[in-house]
């Protein structure tokens, strides 16, 4: 019995060696830009980088659509992203902001570095309150490991999203999207597009 235990531990140990190999092997990877060509079973987009990649689409492909809103649309208690920078005199100020829908309170909530552009930040937070400032809003945002200041200047992109579906992946459809490898196709797993040429902003 002792021995059929350590057998059996040992398969464990190594399927879960394998699951974390094929987890490092194929770690997951965001792309932005524009689409190029779509067919039933792949997409085409060209990155921000210029780069044209050709990815498979998978049957149960998430699509949500992003379309703007307005800053005054932002009120406490709104769960929120924003991307940000850091400024000189200390505060930072929101490159785009995107209002989350209600189902998608707490999702990645904190604070972290961000891949927009250099020394950029993302911080999911929920809003305490909304301050008039002399470029716009000053966003006081709360979450569960801190808190911190964004402005938000009046010509920040404002966005929320909801439900999609692939008649917004057309040539010419500014999208982000999510991929990893299966099966050895870079694969999307989840796709962010804008309606009728509205642009992204990450």
């Given amino acids: 019995m002792y021995l059929m235990t350590r057998r059996t531990a040992a398969l464990a140990l190594c399927l879960v060696a394998n699951v974390c190999m094929a987890q490092a092997a194929s770690p997951t990877l965001r792309l932005r830009g524009t689409v190029q060509s779509v067919t039933a079973s792949t997409l ?3 990155v921000r980088g210029g780069e044209v ?3 498979a689409l998978p049957a149960n492909l998430v699509v949500s659509e992003v379309y703007p809103i307005a800053l005054a649309d932002i009120q406490p208690g709104s769960f929120i992203g924003t991307a940000a920078l850091p400024q000189a005199d200390g505060t930072e100020r929101a490159i ?3 209002v989350f ?3 998608a309170r707490g999702v990645g909530e904190g604070h972290r570095p961000f891949d927009l552009q250099p020394q950029s930040t993302m911080t999911n937070a929920t809003v305490a309150d909304v301050l008039a400032s ?3 809003r000053t966003l006081q945002l709360k979450y569960k ?3 911190r200041a964004i402005v938000v200047p009046t010509d920040a992109p404002i966005v929320t999203f909801r439900p999609g579906d692939r008649s917004l992946l057309v040539a010419g459809a500014s999208v ?3 991929a990893q490898e299966r099966d050895g196709q870079p694969t999307v797993t989840r796709i962010n597009a804008g309606r009728n040429g509205f642009q992204l902003p990450y």
Avoid: H, I, R
Wanted: glycine share 10%.
């Fill in 44 to 46: 085409t987009v060209q």
């Fill in 134 to 136: 002399p470029t716009g």
């Fill in 96 to 98: 785009a902001v995107t």
């Fill in 176 to 178: 982000s999207l999510s």
């Fill in 53 to 55: 990649v050709a990815l």
């Fill in 145 to 147: 490991d801190g808190a």
């Fill in 101 to 103: 829908p209600e189902s």
